[in-house]
T-cell receptor, first 109, second 112 residues
Framework: RKEVEQDPGPFNVPEGATVAFNCTYS??????FFWYRQDCRKEPKLLMS???SGNEDGRFTAQLNRASQYISLLIRDSKLSDSATYLC??????????FGKGTMLLVSP | DAEITQSPRHKITETGRQVTLACHQT?????MFWYRQDLGHGLRLIHY???????NKGEVSDGYSVSRSNTEDLPLTLESAASSQTSVYFC???????????FGPGTRLTVL
């Protein structure tokens, strides 16, 4: 089983839609979880951290299920500017971060 | 403002040549990382450093080396460039080992 797995997509959604991304991780000792956003040909940037109780930042909601080793990202009211690749990132337990391959989102008018 | 920079942004070289990619950060972070990103593989860790004089191998370290002589810089050297090392290289730094990493703009390397 790969360390961090994501559906590669692409997810094609219209503006205003709600879209959810899922991610599973294999290392049960992982302690820190993040979603990064990467625009085409640009560097990854932190979108949000994922806390055990779940957390929300505007239109974005992240949730963690430790029992199932599962992380999710929900985007409400999608904007054209949300088009990007979303990377699920997990602390591997060896003091380095492990990145998923990313899920591509395309929001159309 | 603090930042992390990489140079060059684009590089074309020939097989067998030695190439060094520069990474410079002004965050004063102890932790620095080098990744490569290829289609179908995502970001893969090459080398990382927890501080001056410390270096560690990552998942794909063969053919690469780093040195850390000061806090600000972690140059990545390809000893003898190979076509398989054609990729986009990102440098990153972080204050804490398991916390947010800040990425440089990347270097696109082509080995012919």
């Amino acid at each position: 089983r790969k360390e961090v797995e994501q559906d590669p997509g692409p997810f094609n959604v219209p503006e205003g839609a709600t879209v959810a991304f899922n991610c599973t991780y294999s290392n049960s000792a992982s302690q820190s979880f993040f979603w990064y956003r990467q625009d085409c040909r640009k560097e990854p940037k932190l979108l949000m951290s994922v806390y055990s109780s779940g957390n929300e930042d505007g239109r974005f909601t992240a949730q963690l299920n430790r029992a199932s080793q599962y992380i999710s990202l929900l985007i409400r009211d999608s904007k054209l500017s949300d088009s990007a690749t979303y990377l699920c990132v997990v602390n591997s337990g060896y003091s380095t971060l492990t990145f998923g391959k990313g899920t591509m989102l395309l929001v159309s008018p | 403002d603090a930042e992390i920079t990489q140079s060059p942004r684009h590089k074309i070289t020939e097989t067998g040549r030695q190439v060094t990619l520069a990474c410079h950060q002004t965050w004063n972070h102890n932790n620095m990382f080098w990744y490569r990103q290829d289609l179908g593989h995502g970001l893969r860790l090459i080398h990382y450093s927890y501080g001056v004089q410390d270096t560690n191998k990552g998942e794909v370290s063969d053919g690469y080396s780093v040195s850390r002589s000061n806090t600000e810089d972690l140059p990545l050297t390809l000893e003898s460039a190979a076509s398989s090392q054609t990729s986009v290289y990102f440098c990153a730094s972080s204050e804490s080992l398991d916390w947010e990493q800040f990425f440089g703009p990347g270097t696109r390397l082509t080995v012919l």
